[in-house]
Every structure is written in C-alpha cells, then in structure tokens.
Nanobody
Framework: QVQLVESGGGLVQPGGSLRLSCVASGFTFSSYAMRWYRQAPGKERELVAHISSNGSTNYADSRKGRFTISRDNAKNTVYLQMNSLNTEDTAVYYC????????????WGQGTQVTVSS
C-alpha cells in the first residue's frame, strides 16, 4: 500500500522556521521525483519545490532562498526546510511523488497545515 505521510506542520510566528517531513512507503522511493505543493484557503494548489532522484532541486521563485528541499533515500523521506516564514506561507502543504517511467505513477500525501501568525 502506497503512503506518503507528512508531518512537521503547525503554528509559527512570522520570521520563524519549520521543517516538514514526508515519509514514503509502498514504492521505490529512490526512483521517484518528489515535490512539495501547498494550497492556501481559496487558492489553487501551487508548486513549492521539486527534487529529482539524484538530488537536483528547483523552486518556485518566491520560495528561493527561504525554502530548502532535500531527500534521504535511505530513509524514504523528503524534507522541506522553511525559514523566514510570513503570513502568506499559511497553507496546507502536500507531499507528491511521481515516477520517471511509464505508467508515471503519482501519489499525494494527506497534507500538513502550516499557519504563520502572531
């Protein structure tokens, strides 16, 4: 059974930091690209960061320099380190996995809430 289980969300003050984790199971983690998405209330889901199986990364422009995505293939885990958080970062953050090969399976986690508020 495929699972992506996120953790690490919560309430943080503006300027603070959080580290999200996503533990994968049920598929060959090292063969999948991993991403973090987020969805704020009333808005569409948007890409936050991407990491390939070999560790190369890409970020949405507004998150460059503040967010860092990383992965540990030995632990089947992808991380999102978020620094200098502001209220606009408030959202549900989702972990996503996509295979490199046909049939290009893709999986979503259930999401973890991040709230930035004073």
């Amino acid at each position: 059974q495929v699972q992506l289980v996120e953790s690490g969300g919560g309430l943080v003050q503006p300027g603070g930091s959080l580290r999200l984790s996503c533990v994968a199971s049920g598929f060959t983690f090292s063969s999948y690209a991993m991403r973090w998405y987020r969805q704020a209330p009333g808005k569409e889901r948007e890409l936050v960061a991407h990491i390939s199986s070999n560790g190369s990364t890409n970020y949405a422009d507004s998150r460059k320099g503040r967010f860092t995505i990383s992965r540990d293939n030995a632990k089947n885990t992808v991380y999102l380190q978020m620094n200098s958080l502001n209220t606009e970062d408030t959202a549900v953050y989702y972990c996503y996995a996509r295979a490199y090969n046909y049939p290009w399976n893709e999986y979503w986690g259930q999401g973890t809430q991040v709230t930035v508020s004073s």
